[in-house]
């Protein structure tokens, strides 16, 4: 039953041994008094059903009072894990998304989801993740994935457009905190990115409402299309650059010592321009030409987006 306080949003909750709920510690007739706001005792009643610690069907506070007195129930911070920590579960979250681990993804995703210290971002992707239902057909592509079986898929996208590739390779990766389907496929109609790498496709998987998929004839290929690029860094840049699983090569050049080379085997120049239109005047692509005249023209179209 409560009882007035000082004004404030606590109530005193005061309940003898003899009675249901509210709390109570020692022998029969013995009881204390907590000082909780209703949210707080909605959380600590929580907290009583999920230990099992119940009288009769109602959750038991004075059980998980008495728990940890005795130290039976552990007290621990919540608030006290490193960034470092919280990326590395991240990451771990992506990987084994990518790699078809889905049930161990969600199991890290709801451990780092207890955390108090969470960022609101974060924790938002976090629980879209878990609220994302794993459809059917995801399962299926990742089996072939991991069997290295070629396969077809036909999907609607969400313009309402029925399309179908013939997928000879095929991995899911992350690009800017989603989930794609990069795959090498028979058809290149409509792909917009340079010849060499027209067989290459990134699909947005959460843009696949639904998709039918079956196994084709064709071989397995070892990884997509790439093409080797040499992009060389200045000023501050150069020197703080970290180097990525794609680079072959990273140096500095000799006639030259404050510009860095590197050179590097992209799949996809849509996402190589992402990375590199925040660096401004400090990168430029050097080869090849292809790929160097693309990016010229990209640069274009923004310096006329702001002319008068």
Not at 121 to 136: G, K, Q
Not at 160 to 177: G, M, P, V
Request: charged content about 30%; hydrophobic content about 40%; proline content about 5%.
């Amino acid at each position: 039953m409560p009882y007035p306080h000082d004004g404030s949003h606590n109530r005193e909750w005061q309940v003898q041994s003899v009675r249901t709920g509210g709390v109570m510690m020692g022998r029969k007739g013995q009881s204390m008094t907590l000082s909780v706001s209703e949210q707080d005792k909605a959380q600590l009643e929580a907290i009583a059903r999920e230990q099992g610690m119940l009288w009769g069907d109602r959750p038991n506070i004075s059980r998980l009072m008495e728990a940890i007195a005795r130290r039976e129930l552990l007290i621990g911070h919540n608030n006290d894990w490193s960034e470092m920590r919280i990326r590395a579960l991240q990451q771990a979250i992506r990987s084994l998304a990518d790699t078809g681990q889905t049930d161990a993804a969600q199991l890290v995703a709801s451990l780092l989801l207890e955390r108090s210290e969470l960022a609101m971002p974060l924790r938002n992707e976090i629980e879209r993740f878990l609220d994302t239902p794993i459809a059917p057909w995801r399962t299926e592509i990742d089996q072939y994935i991991r069997r290295q079986i070629p396969f077809r898929l036909t999907y609607q996208d969400a313009a309402a457009r029925l399309l179908t590739f013939n997928i000879s390779f095929a991995r899911i990766t992350f690009y800017e905190k989603r989930q794609y389907l990069e795959c090498w496929c028979e058809e290149t109609d409509s792909n917009r990115d340079i010849s060499f790498l027209q067989h290459n496709w990134t699909l947005r998987l959460d843009h696949i409402p639904d998709a039918a998929i079956s196994t084709t004839r064709a071989n397995w290929r070892e990884q997509l299309d790439e093409l080797e690029v040499e992009i060389h860094l200045f000023g501050g840049l150069a020197f703080a650059y970290q180097p990525r699983p794609e680079d072959q090569v990273i140096e500095w050049l000799e006639d030259a010592p404050q510009v860095r080379r590197v050179v590097r085997r992209i799949s996809n120049t849509f996402w190589f321009f992402r990375e590199l239109l925040p660096y401004g005047k400090n990168c430029v692509i050097v080869a090849p030409p292809e790929v160097r005249d693309r990016f010229r023209e990209e640069v274009r179209s923004l310096y006329e987006h702001y002319q008068d």
